[in-house]
C-alpha cells in the first residue's frame, strides 16, 4: 500500500517528501482552502506517540480545521498526513481502515439520538468486526474454491475463524459496560443521549471512542458546549487519559487545561502555527506579540 503510486482526490501542488517513521501522525505543507479563504497555510508538524498536544488561538485560526484534517474529515486543498507511515490523502490507502486507530470527539457529542447508550458504544466495534468476519470468510470461499482444481499437494489452507457474531456482540458490550463503569455511567447503558446531562454525553462520546481502542484521540473543543460546572468531570477523564499515557490533540479554550496537561501547546492564528513550545514557554514566557495579545484576552476573562 505504501508503495503503490499515489492518487488524490485533490490536485497536491507541493511534492511528497519522506515521513518520519518515528511521528504517529506527521502533516507535510497541509493547506486548506474554502474558495477563497485559505483557513490553513503550508503547516508542517509531527506528533509523536505519548505526546499531548494543546492546540490554541483565537476563533477563525483554524484550529478545528487543522484537527479534521489529521483524520482526513477535511481533505486538504495542498499537502499531505501520514498516519505511521500511511498517507491519509493517497485514495489509495482504506482511510476507513485508518481511521479505526484515531478517535475522534467533537463539541457537539455526534451521538446517535435513536440508539441507546449502550448501542452508540457497541455499533463502531461490532460493525468493523463484523465486517472483518465477513472478509474471512469470503477469502475462504475462494481458497475451497481454488482448492477443487488444484492437487492435492498444490491446496491452500483456510484462514483461521476465531470468532463468530454472538461472541462479537458480547465481548463489544462487556467492553462497553467495562468503560461506562470507569465513568459511572453504567447505569445509563439502556437509556437515550437525549435524556442525559451534556457533561454525561460527552464523557460517554469520550469512551465511544475509546472502545475502538485509538492509537491517538483527537478533540474538538470537548467542553465548549457545557454548562460551566459540567466541564470539569469531561476535563478530568480527559486528563485521566492523558496520564494513562493515551497521545492526544485537543482543540481547547481552556488555558489552565491546556498548562497543566499538555507537553506541547501550538499557538496558531490566521492558518499557521504562529507559535509553539512547553507550556512553561507559551503561558510563562511568551515571546510572540500575538500570542501575548491572544493570552491576555483571554486569561483577564
Same mark, same amino acid.
Given at each position: ?7 488524490? !482526490? ?8 519522506? &515521513? ?10 497541509l ?5 477563497? !479563504?485559505?483557513?490553513? /497555510? ?6 509523536y506517540?505519548?505526546e ?5 488561538? #483565537?476563533?477563525?485560526?483554524?484550529k ?11 481533505? #486538504?486543498?495542498?499537502? &499531505? ?12 490507502? /482504506? ?10 470527539v ?12 449502550l448501542?452508540?458504544?457497541? +455499533? ?8 472483518? !468476519?465477513? $472478509? @474471512?470468510k469470503?477469502?475462504? +470461499? ?7 482444481f488444484?492437487? $492435492?499437494?498444490?491446496?491452500? %489452507?483456510?484462514? *483461521? ?23 459511572g ?6 437509556? &437515550? *443521549?437525549?435524556?442525559?446531562?451534556? =457533561? ?13 481502542? #485509538?492509537?491517538?484521540?483527537? +478533540?474538538?473543543? *470537548? ?9 470539569? %468531570? ?6 485521566? !487519559?492523558a496520564? %494513562?499515557?493515551?497521545?492526544?490533540? @485537543?482543540v ?8 497543566e ?10 492558518? $499557521?502555527? %504562529? ?8 503561558? =510563562?514566557?511568551? /515571546? ?14
Open positions: 500500500m505504501k508503495n503503490a503510486k499515489p492518487k488524490f !482526490l485533490n490536485k497536491r501542488n507541493t511534492p511528497v517528501e519522506p &515521513y518520519d517513521e518515528k511521528a504517529l501522525l506527521e502533516v507535510q505543507h493547506s486548506k482552502d474554502y474558495g477563497q !479563504l485559505k483557513v490553513l /497555510d503550508d503547516i508542517s508538524e509531527k506528533i506517540q505519548g499531548k498536544i494543546a492546540v490554541i488561538g #483565537p476563533s477563525g485560526s483554524g478545528s480545521t487543522f484537527l479534521r484534517c489529521l483524520n482526513v474529515l477535511e481533505d #486538504p486543498t495542498d499537502g &499531505y498526513v501520514f498516519f505511521e507511515g500511511n498517507n491519509l490523502c493517497d485514495l489509495n490507502v /482504506d482511510i476507513n481502515i485508518q481511521r479505526r486507530h484515531i478517535g475522534m467533537f463539541q457537539s457529542f455526534n451521538l446517535f439520538n435513536n440508539m441507546t447508550v448501542k452508540n458504544i457497541t +455499533f463502531a466495534p461490532i460493525r468493523v468486526e463484523l465486517q472483518d !468476519l465477513k $472478509k @474471512i469470503r477469502k475462504n +470461499f475462494f481458497i475451497k474454491l481454488t482448492n477443487l488444484k492437487p $492435492k499437494d498444490k491446496k491452500v %489452507e483456510t484462514l *483461521p475463524v476465531k470468532t463468530d457474531k454472538k461472541t462479537i456482540k458480547k465481548n463489544a458490550e462487556e467492553n462497553a459496560m467495562r468503560l461506562l463503569k470507569r465513568i455511567l453504567e447505569e445509563k447503558a439502556n437509556v &437515550y *443521549p437525549s435524556t442525559l446531562s451534556g =457533561g454525561q454525553r460527552q464523557r460517554i462520546a469520550i469512551v465511544r471512542a475509546l472502545a475502538m481502542n #485509538p492509537k491517538v484521540m483527537l +478533540f474538538d473543543e *470537548p467542553t465548549s458546549a457545557l454548562d460551566p460546572e459540567m466541564v470539569g %468531570e469531561v476535563l478530568a477523564l480527559i486528563k485521566e !487519559l496520564d %494513562e499515557g493515551m497521545t492526544m490533540v @485537543i481547547t479554550h481552556e488555558m489552565a487545561f491546556a498548562r496537561v499538555s507537553t506541547r501547546v501550538l499557538f496558531m492564528d490566521g492558518g $499557521k502555527i %504562529e507559535k509553539q513550545g512547553t507550556p512553561d514557554q507559551i503561558f =510563562g514566557a511568551p /515571546d510572540n506579540p500575538r500570542l501575548k495579545d491572544f493570552l491576555s484576552r483571554v486569561l483577564s476573562v
